[in-house]
């Protein structure tokens, strides 16, 4: 089969961005992909993924996708010292440039805008397509997207994301609006688990195992794609990193920023931000802080158990996903 014509982008392969970017590979499109370390990426030329050493290797391409942790971290790999647009620039190459960087890291509004601006003056045309899900979410086939920017270049990119998001792609509009849904998202992200965690504490303090609990939660209106898949998380305290704490309190932090910004009372919020920095700030207390703060945010179970005077201990039961 021969591949797409379109020459495909990619920077960052860590949790996430790995299995989007292998999605895109293995549905026969032409992708190049970069990453700040790379061996992570290797693999991914098994499938045909052309794996490249420089971030101005991918000038070539049409479309460039990006998933990175933080603002600073997408700002660097286009306009640091050997950022793709800075070395577009130098080397007098500015034809090519792809014509649309899509990004779907979860970032700042103000970040954002500053991006977007930053490259109009280059002519590249920025699409924000943050995702819903995780590397479990990935594998069954249910990430979503949720997509802003000028709605040309969103529906140009909207097939690729697709590919990779094949629970549903959501266009919301121009400019910044993606983030916004990105980060309500994920504030509801922090607020449930906090709130599933509490009652799960509460019910396995007065003798409900934590699995039967949680079987009942996931079979009844409450239950979720959420409740079901961190369940095995809850009940055998595999905290395999999904998401960590320290990115969940950036993304709370950026939420209650923008509800102070637009008069928006947030307490729900404000509180759950608290709690988990009481489980950021018990883990900086610890000789292995770092190996606990690259552990999942569910973890703060254990802390809130302490609180409770519990000490949590596997159940060892074979739960599913739900996925």
């Not at 971030?55 to 996708?65: I, S, T, Y």
């Amino acid at each position: 089969m021969s591949k797409n014509s379109q020459k495909i982008g990619w920077i960052g392969v860590g949790r996430m961005g790995f299995q989007m970017v292998e999605r895109l590979i293995k549905a026969n499109h032409d992708v190049s992909v970069w990453n700040r370390t790379r061996s992570k990426a290797e693999p991914l030329a098994a499938h045909g993924g052309k794996i490249v050493d420089k971030l101005a290797d991918l000038a070539g391409v049409d479309m460039l996708f990006a998933i990175v942790s933080e603002g600073k971290d997408l700002e660097e790999v286009y306009f640091g010292k050997d950022g793709i647009v800075t070395n577009a620039k130098s080397s007098g190459n500015l034809g090519k440039l792809p014509k649309i960087f899509v990004d779907c890291s979860s970032i700042s509004v103000e970040d954002s805008v500053r991006i977007r601006g930053r490259l109009k003056e280059h002519g590249v045309e920025f699409v924000c397509a943050p995702v819903s899900g995780n590397g479990l979410v990935i594998k069954a086939g249910k990430l979503s997207s949720v997509v802003s920017g000028p709605e040309a270049a969103a529906k140009e990119a909207m097939p690729f994301i697709e590919v990779f998001a094949p629970r549903g792609v959501s266009y919301v509009g121009e400019g910044e609006l993606a983030r916004i849904c990105k980060i309500a998202h994920n504030v509801m992200l922090g607020v449930v688990i906090e709130n599933l965690i509490e009652i799960t504490l509460l019910a396995n303090k007065m003798g409900v195992p934590r699995h039967a609990f949680l079987a009942f939660m996931n079979n009844g209106v409450m239950g979720s794609m959420f409740t079901a898949y961190k369940t095995p998380a809850l009940v055998n305290l595999d905290w395999t990193a999904t998401f960590t704490p320290e990115l969940l309190r950036k993304d709370l932090d950026l939420g209650l920023e923008l509800g102070r910004e637009w008069d928006v009372p947030m307490p729900v919020t404000a509180a759950t931000r608290e709690v988990i920095q009481q489980h950021i700030g018990k883990a900086l207390s610890q000789p292995n802080s770092k190996e606990i703060l690259g552990q999942d945010f569910a973890k703060m179970a254990e802390t809130m158990a302490d609180l409770a005077g519990m000490k949590l201990s596997s159940e060892n039961k074979n739960v599913g996903t739900g996925l």
